[in-house]
């Protein structure tokens, strides 16, 4: 039930970054954004993990998955950040949130079991997200959105390795290292280059929104991190629901519209949370 428990309170704040971010997205270039929600995240990040110690299992095994979340994590951001720019929330989170497919995919190749029918539900609520992905029915897809495809595409790989990477760094090293990691990497990576360089812009209006994405997106990855410690490749599809949530709300407050296959694609979603939700139980 943990698994299921971390994994929608990551998706609740993950849908609440994905929102304040395509919204900062659109005052700021998204390098000084992800600088930002970096510099935010590490400054929460930081004290917990010193309060917390550090772990006797930190080695070199555990430091290349904290290398390999905190890479994932950027990259991703960056990448989402970009699609954001020019896409709608409806289509760019629901296609970067198949991340949580591809980290149970890494999963159950690598040995973690299921409870019987938990594959096929997992299946289900994949095929949910990738309906939800699909903009204006059967309309050709244009240019500009097969742009934002890409980069949303290429932002769920590089999270699906995050978010697995995360995974094993929570069991080996607890909680507080494991959101640490992407902030660490963000900071050192993107905030001081361009601190140095001085190409670091920010706007008054864009500071509500870099401060609520970089709290949520480390709220996010704690809750997934107490997911993932009691069954992984559950706690990161369900995740993956922040797209359902962030598609719901930016129709309600962006006025975007979802065509029905984006609705059939949500309701396969929260369909098969249900069933998923009891299964586990």
Not at 26 to 48: E, H, K, N
Not at 193 to 215: C, D
Request: aromatic share 6%; charged share 10%.
């Amino acid at each position: 039930m943990l698994a299921i428990l971390g994994g929608l309170g990551a998706a609740l704040a993950w849908a609440t970054t994905t929102l304040a971010a395509s919204r900062a997205s659109r005052l700021i270039d998204i390098r000084s954004l992800l600088a930002s929600v970096m510099l935010v995240g590490l400054l929460v990040a930081a004290p917990a993990a010193v309060i917390a110690g550090v772990p006797p299992a930190l080695d070199a095994h555990s430091l290349a998955w904290m290398a390999v979340s905190g890479a994932g994590n950027v990259v991703g951001l960056l990448f989402t950040y970009a699609a954001l720019q020019i896409g709608k929330v409806g289509l760019v989170a629901p296609i970067t949130s198949t991340e949580g497919a591809v980290a149970a995919v890494i999963a159950v190749v690598l040995g973690e079991q299921l409870a019987p029918g938990s594959g096929v539900t997992l299946a289900a609520i994949a095929v949910g997200v990738s309906l939800a992905a699909v903009s204006r029915g059967g309309e050709e897809v244009r240019r500009s959105d097969l742009r934002v495809i890409v980069l949303a595409a290429g932002a769920a790989l590089s999270f699906g390795f995050g978010l697995y990477a995360t995974g094993r760094v929570g069991e080996d090293l607890g909680i507080a290292w494991a959101v640490l990691p992407p902030r660490v990497v963000g900071v050192v990576a993107i905030a001081i280059p361009l601190a140095l360089t001085r190409r670091w812009r920010m706007r008054r209006t864009a500071v509500p929104y870099v401060v609520v994405a970089g709290l949520c997106e480390v709220l996010g990855f704690a809750s997934y991190a107490v997911g993932a410690r009691h069954g992984l490749a559950v706690s990161a599809v369900l995740a993956s629901q922040f797209a359902a949530i962030a598609a719901v709300v930016g129709y309600f407050a962006f006025h975007e519209r979802l065509a029905p296959i984006q609705v059939a694609g949500i309701v396969m979603i929260v369909a098969g949370v249900s069933v998923l939700s009891a299964l586990q139980a």
